[in-house]
């Protein structure tokens, strides 16, 4: 039977492409997507989805409770796919606050709006679900070896990932409590495309197309595990299918990179792809190293074996296709990311949505 799922932060980037996976699927899954359109969320993101009978786009804030409940019972939701969040590490060292609202009252808003609208003596029958998306940073860091599995403790070091492990333990209380049928995910870093312009790989990329300084925190040896968005939509899909309620599941690439590697490679395949700078140097020449970010996680890397053994996934990009087809992507979207960088794509939303 037909799927209505409420997919919140479904104008940003990973929530995107979801959505373009979802859509894609009409006979499975009919989609509402609850955005508020902050500076990460942009309707290009979208292009090429039909507002219809089969997707809905609605701008609203995941705290406001009267209308996250009026979607629930007026769009009849039995499915949650919650992305909508603050999502820079960056940001929220220099403002928490927007953090503790949309990460933690947001996910609150909503696991009380499905506990209002589903039934109380079984709210998951019907096979409801609602898949709360989050971080492999709520573990904390980790040093030279080592994984993160699922039955590692929550060690969160940034305003951040503290923020997204009280949603996680709100979610997870939700299931113990009330019965809500609650699916936790927890993954490594994403790439691809519509990923917005202040998270390394597009920073990278944007800044070495304009010949400008490229920022490389502290030593750049800190690592991160890197996934490409694509695989992790599909994880998230078969976690919806297959998965179980109360379970988390841990995502990942397999893909574990120094920054300064992934900072080489940006450029490297640019030189190739364009030409090096216009004076001659190879785009590595822009590399600078500037003041570590505060609390910076020394590394990341992710144990997914618990998704491959009981739901099959693995993922199937490597990073060098991957990251190959990721340039590609933002050399073909220039302009979108010219729009966003100029701040220009905030002012089509603001008359487009105010009366
Ligand atoms: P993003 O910043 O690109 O997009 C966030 C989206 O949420 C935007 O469209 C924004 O407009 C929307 N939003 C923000 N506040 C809102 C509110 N109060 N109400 C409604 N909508 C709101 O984020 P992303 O990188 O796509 O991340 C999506 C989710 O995945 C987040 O929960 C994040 O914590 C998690 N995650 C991301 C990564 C990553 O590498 N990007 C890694 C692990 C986990
Ligand atoms: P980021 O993309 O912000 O993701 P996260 O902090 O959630 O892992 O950063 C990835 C890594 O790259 C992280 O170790 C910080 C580093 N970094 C830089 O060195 N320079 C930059 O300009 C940015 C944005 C990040």
């Known amino acids: 039977m037909r799927k209505t799922v409420l997919v919140t932060g479904g104008a940003g980037f990973i929530g995107s492409n979801f959505v373009h996976l979802l859509v894609g699927k009409p006979e499975e899954w009919r989609v509402v997507n609850l955005d508020k359109l902050t500076y990460a969320g942009n309707l290009k993101n979208l292009a090429g989805i039909e507002e219809g009978e089969n997707y809905r786009f609605v701008r609203g804030d995941i705290c406001d409770a009267e209308l996250v409940e009026k979607l629930f019972t007026e769009e009849k939701i039995d499915t949650v796919v919650h992305f909508a969040a603050e999502s820079h590490v960056d940001r929220s060292i220099t403002g928490p606050a927007a953090f503790i609202g949309t990460n933690i009252t947001g996910t609150f808003t909503l696991l009380e709006a499905a506990r209002k609208a589903w039934p109380v003596e079984n709210p998951g029958a019907g096979e409801r679900c609602f898949l709360h998306v989050s971080t492999d940073e709520v573990y904390g860091s980790l040093g030279e070896t080592g994984f993160f599995n699922e039955s590692t403790g929550y060690d969160p070091r940034s305003p951040y990932s503290a923020s997204k492990a009280s949603s996680d333990h709100l979610a997870s209380a939700y299931f113990h409590t009330y019965g809500l049928p609650v699916r936790i995910t927890n993954c490594s870093n994403n790439y691809g495309p519509w990923q917005f312009p202040e998270k390394l790989i597009p920073l990278i990329f944007n800044n070495a197309m304009h010949g400008k300084p490229l920022p ?26 297959r998965g179980a309620n109360g379970e988390s599941y841990n995502i990942g690439g397999n893909n574990e990179k120094q920054n300064l590697e992934i900072v080489h490679v940006v450029c490297d395949l640019l030189d190739r792809k364009i030409a090096p700078l216009k004076s001659g140097e190879p785009r590595r020449s822009l590399i600078t190293f500037v003041t570590d970010r505060p609390g910076h996680d020394r590394r990341y890397a992710i144990d997914a074996g618990k998704i491959d053994r009981e739901l099959g996934w693995q993922p199937k990009v490597s990073f060098e296709e991957g990251i190959e087809k990721t340039l590609d992507w933002y050399l073909a979207h220039q302009q979108w990311m010219d729009e966003i960088v100029s701040g220009d794509y905030q002012n089509y939303y603001e008359k487009m949505y105010t009366r």
């Open 216 to 241: 490389v925190y502290g030593d750049g040896k800190n690592v991160r595990d890197w996934l490409y968005v694509v695989d992790h939509c599909e994880a998230i899909e078969q976690v919806l299918l």
